[in-house]
């Protein structure tokens, strides 16, 4: 069996559409009764993000780059 240290390392080597439709599967998977578990308005944002870059309405940027127009924003 795979370790979750492996795992994680090799779902984030994934482009970034694929981490979305993996995190989205992984999400809707918790059951949403269990401490800390995403709501169900949460889980419909991330399906409506992932219909987004599937239908290319949005392109998915590298994690620096958007922290980096947050930081901007923010100034």
């Given amino acids: 069996m795979i370790s979750i240290s492996q795992?994680?390392?090799?779902?984030?080597?994934?482009p970034p559409e694929e981490r979305a439709r993996l995190a989205?599967?992984?999400?809707?998977?918790?059951d949403s009764s269990l401490p800390?578990?995403?709501d169900a308005e949460l889980i419909s944002v991330l399906?409506?993000?992932?219909?987004?870059?599937?239908?290319?309405?949005?392109?998915?940027?590298?994690?620096?780059?958007a922290m980096?127009?947050?930081?901007?924003?923010l100034q």
């Fill in 24 to 30: 989205q599967t992984l999400l809707e998977s918790i």
């Fill in 7 to 14: 795992l994680t390392k090799d779902a984030l080597s994934l």
């Fill in 47 to 65: 399906k409506r993000r992932v219909k987004e870059l599937d239908d290319g309405v949005v392109q998915a940027i590298p994690l620096a780059q």
């Fill in 68 to 73: 980096e127009q947050a930081r901007r924003s």
């Fill in 36 to 38: 800390g578990a995403p």
